[in-house]
């Protein structure tokens, strides 16, 4: 009978446990996102969460505005940016590539095209 009472506790206590654990870790997330997003500064290169490659150009308290081309800004939500980009010259995730340029509008950069 003992056992099936410390069975009975074991059923109880391991959902608790399991939610505990999610609540916890929920919260350690929702701090480094907001230690993120308060680091974040004017100048600063980064990428959103769907991919957009952008330099900070101005913040407040819930946009950025990036500039993703020349003269071209646009506005997203602070909590958007997902990350910065690494400062290394061909690191991935930076659009460096060795041996060509990314800065020309209509191709696909590291692919050389029309025999070029």
């Known amino acids: 009978m003992n056992n099936n009472g410390s069975f009975s506790l074991l059923i109880f206590a391991l ?6 654990w999610l609540f916890y870790t929920q919260n350690k997330r929702m701090k480094q996102a907001r230690n993120f997003s308060s680091a974040l500064s004017v100048g600063d290169r980064v990428i959103t969460s769907s991919g957009i490659f952008g330099t900070v150009k101005h913040l407040d308290d819930t946009s950025a505005w990036l500039e993703v081309a020349e003269g071209t800004t646009i506005r997203i939500d602070r909590r958007a940016v997902a990350m910065k980009q690494a400062d290394t010259p061909g690191a991935p995730g930076t659009g460096a590539v060795e041996g060509g340029s990314t800065d020309d509008p209509g191709s696909t950069p590291g692919i050389q095209q029309n025999g070029q």
């Open 15 to 20: 959902p608790l446990l399991l939610l505990g």
